[in-house]
């Protein structure tokens, strides 16, 4: 499970500040680049670490462009080097 820590403008202009627990990181990185391509503007997003701690989340990084995909790429890239060929 992580956790997200997010603020942003909704599509009103109003500052809201809210946070999404999900299954996964890729889950909730989609889910923000979702929020922005409806009009929401990202000022500061953070991931609880598993001690506990705040990550920061660099901004330029919600492009618009879903998460999963890549990431689901990569995985798949780092599975095939690290696991070993039957």
Known sequence: MIII???YFDSLGDLQECSYGGPNLESGLDMLTELMNHGWKLIDVRIIGTNKNLISLPLNAFDGNYFSGPLDKLRQEWED???PVA
């Open 5 to 7: 820590c997010f603020k």
């Open 81 to 83: 080097i690290l696991l």
